[in-house]
């Protein structure tokens, strides 16, 4: 049946070459009468040897290890080795990786992984390019990505590589942005480590985007014993990457003589956010964008503070809430999500991150997140301080 195919690269038609990075080509892809692999999205790594990303995916397959699914994460459809075809666009965009048998001068190896994802419209970079979204739309775009981060955090894995050519974009039956983080060439999923690399020398691979390295990765200093801890990370770049959800140009990239640089930029420096942006949404991105991973929330504890300015606004009061008003709430929270999943079998963007939300639920980091929120209102100093 179906199932079975897609598994061999004689299997696909190839379309046109539709990008590339440190690691991988891609190229658009379809299995002739697969009707439910109408549009592939194949990635292969063309390089003389493995990428770290490239051979851990491969013992990956091999341990059969999987990481639960999550809607703003991309999901590989089939991961599969085959020889490297010549395939369109090969001689003009990475003909140094090619293999001798087709390039003499080529240093790539004969074989390659091949991985198969659903292909998407347009990435973050290319739709914030035509489009500026409401501000509501830039809320749940920034709050996807800390839900996906979250869920990585979860699963023990640090991106290390998240930036606008990495987040593929499609859209919900109401035209909001859904958001998937893709490309983990550059990840640290390492079960002995954890979220912490042993930082023993300048040599060890600190990650793929170095302007949107968190403080504590890219002001490190190697020695012996040290490591580096990626837990909150990926946290910090939603929060630069918040800059251009939100029309505006990332204050960490070098455009011009303005930019910061995250070893050493002060937080006062940041640049002010549109007026149009909520207080609790300027409040979240400030405190993302923390110096000290110690006094940054986790992902998880953001996304709470997210979802509470969103649909808990009558929590959010002067007077501390009960537990019997945060139990109501929950329950309100269930029963409309519970009857919105029932009503649409896509569910909307809104839907799914209320989902995420009551599958992540903890009374701690909600008490934190509410305590986080009602600081909104003091001066930025004191906030800082």
């Keep these: 049946g179906l199932r079975a195919h897609g598994y061999r690269l004689e299997d696909y038609l190839i379309g046109k070459h539709i990008g590339k990075g440190c690691n991988a080509a891609v190229y658009e892809a379809a299995i002739p009468g697969a009707g439910h692999l109408p549009h592939g999205r194949t990635g292969a790594a063309e390089g003389g040897s493995p990428a770290r990303g490239d ?28 020889n490297v075809p010549l395939l369109p666009g090969a001689w003009v ?16 190896r004969n074989r390659t992984l091949f991985l198969v994802m659903k292909n998407y419209p347009c990435t973050l970079r290319q739709y914030l390019s035509i489009s500026a979204p409401s501000s509501r739309w830039a809320t749940l775009m920034i709050l996807q990505l800390l839900e996906g981060v979250d869920h990585l955090v979860q699963q023990g894995i640090a991106h290390r590589d998240l930036k606008s050519d990495n987040i593929l974009v499609e859209f919900d039956s109401v035209g909001c942005p859904r958001l998937v983080i893709t490309d983990f060439g550059c990840c640290l999923a390492d079960e002995r480590l954890g979220m912490k690399l042993p930082f023993t020398n300048m040599y060890i691979d600190r990650g793929g985007n170095g302007c949107l390295m968190a403080p504590e990765v890219s002001a490190a200093n190697p020695g012996p014993g040290r490591s580096i801890n990626y837990s909150k990370s990926d946290a910090w770049s939603v929060g630069a990457l918040a800059h251009e959800i939100l029309g505006m140009p990332n204050p960490f990239y070098r455009q011009g003589g303005g930019h910061l640089e995250s070893r050493h930029y002060q937080e006062t420096q940041l640049p002010a956010l549109p007026d149009s942006t909520p207080h609790h949404v300027q409040f979240v991105i400030t405190l993302l964008l923390r110096r000290d991973p110690k006094k940054r929330p986790t992902a998880r504890v953001a996304a709470n503070m997210l979802h509470l300015h969103l649909w808990g606004a009558e929590l959010l009061t002067p007077a501390p809430s009960s537990l019997e008003q945060m139990l109501s709430w929950l329950r309100c929270q269930t029963l409309l999500t519970f009857l919105q999943v029932g009503r649409n079998r896509d569910s909307p963007v809104e839907t799914e991150l209320r989902r995420c939300f009551l599958a992540n639920l903890s009374f701690e980091e909600m008490d934190e997140a509410m305590e986080l929120l009602l600081l909104c209102g003091n001066p930025l100093r004191e906030i800082l301080t």
């Excluded at 051979?55 to 085959?82: G, L, Y």
């Excluded at 965009?93 to 790539?108: A, H, K, T």
């Design 93 to 108: 965009e990475y003909p140094d990786v090619l293999p001798s048998r087709i390039n003499p001068r080529g240093i790539g």
């Design 55 to 82: 051979s851990r995916a491969v013992e990956d397959i091999r341990k059969r290890k999987k990481m639960k699914p999550h809607p703003n994460i991309i999901q590989v459809i089939r991961a599969f080795t085959a």
